[in-house]
T-cell receptor, first 114, second 114 residues
Framework: SAVISQKPSRDICQRGTSLTIQCQVD?????MFWYRQQPGQSLTLIAT?????????ESGFVIDKFPISRPNLTFSTLTVSNMSPEDSSIYLC???????????FGDGTRLSIL | AQSVAQPEDQVKVAEGNPLTVKCTYS??????LFWYVQYPNRGLQFLLK??????LVKGSYGFEAEFNKSQTSFHLKKPSALVSDSALYFC????????????FGPGTRLSVLP
């Protein structure tokens, strides 16, 4: 299965600032996803990162708040913009290598906003 | 619409005893079903999947799960629990016929007592 590296692993940020999270995969993958997981909670899909086109956002998430880049088949970034304490969460990158295949996850970015 | 329920938010078993973590699902078409485990400060690790074929599927670390179409269930089982199995477990479903995204259950925290 693909190996996914996510950076940073954790950060503490000031209110109103932005943070970009990176996700690097060791092989080319078609599908990449970004999730949010509040501590002890389930995963909520933010968006699907599409290579060469705009990301597809789920209801409740907008591009201005969570801009996503996908410059190639092995890399994506998620930016959390104009952060507030409500954005404190774990952000997870995942990849999928086929329609009947499992998603594989990075270790996540633990974000705290003061 | 797809949905996943994990009726127990916490399960406690003694080491050496069998364990069951329950999952029920709802999809319009045929289900693809997955189990993941999450250890502290880690991403989700894939355990096993049901796509088609035998209802009993075997996965990593001695885990298995049984697909029951009539009961729309996919319970995770292990014959003999280890303390190291203590973690957060997530069931996930995808509708195979409608190509929708993964939907994750709320999670069940498993505690294996020495």
């Amino acid at each position: 299965s693909a190996v996914i590296s996510q950076k940073p692993s954790r950060d503490i940020c000031q209110r109103g600032t932005s943070l970009t999270i990176q996700c690097q995969v060791d092989s080319q993958v078609t599908m990449m996803f970004w999730y949010r997981q509040q501590p002890g909670q389930s995963l909520t899909l933010i968006a699907t990162a599409n290579q060469g086109s705009e990301a597809t956002y789920e209801s409740g998430f907008v591009i201005d708040k969570f801009p996503i880049s996908r410059p190639n088949l092995t890399f994506s970034t998620l930016t959390v913009s104009n952060m507030s304490p409500e954005d404190s969460s774990i952000y997870l990158c995942s990849v999928e290598q086929g329609p009947n295949q499992p998603q594989h996850f990075g270790d996540g970015t633990r974000l705290s906003i003061l | 619409a797809q949905s996943v329920a994990q009726p127990e938010d916490q399960v406690k078993v003694a080491e050496g005893n069998p364990l069951t973590v329950k999952c029920t699902y709802s999809v319009s078409g045929n289900p693809y079903l997955f189990w993941y485990v999450q250890y502290p400060n880690r991403g989700l690790q894939f355990l096993l999947k049901y796509i088609t074929g035998d209802n009993l599927v075997k996965g990593s670390y001695g885990f298995e799960a049984e697909f029951n179409k009539s009961q729309t269930s996919f319970h995770l089982k292990k014959p003999s629990a280890l303390v190291s199995d203590s973690a957060l477990y997530f069931c996930a479903v995808r509708d195979a016929d409608y190509g929708q995204n993964f939907v994750f259950g709320p999670g069940t925290r498993l505690s294996v007592l020495p």
